[in-house]
C-alpha cells in the first residue's frame, strides 16, 4: 500500500512552466513505476508520462513530448513533473499514479493506487 499526495500545481500562462510533484508514504516506493495522467473537465482521464523503478525508462504521450519531463527521485519518495512550454490544452487535474506491477502505467487500467489530484489552468 502507498499514498499519494501531489502539489505544485497553479494558473500560469500559455508558454509558462510549473512543476508538479508526488510524494509517497507507505510501502517502498523505488517499488513502484509511477505516472501521471491528467482529466479535463467532460473528458476522460488520460496518460500523460511514466517512469520505471529506477528511472531509467520512460514513456510519454505524443501531446506532450518535448514538453514535459517526468523524473524521480527515490531518496526522496518523490515523482516530478517537469511541465514546459505550457499550452491551453494543457489544463486539466493532474493526477499521481503507481503501479503494482514492473510494467509502466500508461494506461488507467495498470494503476493500482491514485492520488487526490493537482489542478493546472494554462491562460491565454
Known amino acids: 500500500q502507498v499514498q499519494l499526495v501531489e502539489s505544485g500545481g497553479g494558473l500560469v500562462q500559455a508558454g509558462g512552466s510549473l512543476r508538479l510533484s508526488c510524494t509517497a508514504s507507505?510501502?517502498?516506493?523505488?517499488?513502484?513505476?509511477m505516472g501521471w495522467f491528467r482529466q479535463a473537465p467532460g473528458k476522460e482521464r488520460e496518460f500523460v508520462a511514466a517512469?520505471?523503478?529506477?528511472?531509467?525508462?520512460?514513456n510519454y504521450a505524443d501531446s506532450v513530448k518535448g514538453r514535459f519531463t517526468i523524473s524521480r527521485d527515490n531518496a526522496k519518495n518523490t515523482a516530478y513533473l517537469q511541465m514546459n512550454s505550457l499550452k491551453t490544452e494543457d489544463t486539466a487535474n493532474y493526477y499521481c499514479?503507481?503501479?503494482?506491477?514492473?510494467?509502466?502505467?500508461?494506461?488507467?487500467?495498470?494503476?493500482?493506487?491514485w492520488g487526490q489530484g493537482t489542478q493546472v489552468t494554462v491562460s491565454s
Open positions: 499514479a503507481a503501479s503494482n506491477s514492473y510494467l509502466l502505467p500508461v494506461t488507467t487500467g495498470r494503476v493500482n493506487y
Open positions: 507507505g510501502r517502498a516506493f523505488s517499488s513502484y513505476p
Open positions: 517512469i520505471n523503478k529506477s528511472g531509467g525508462l520512460t
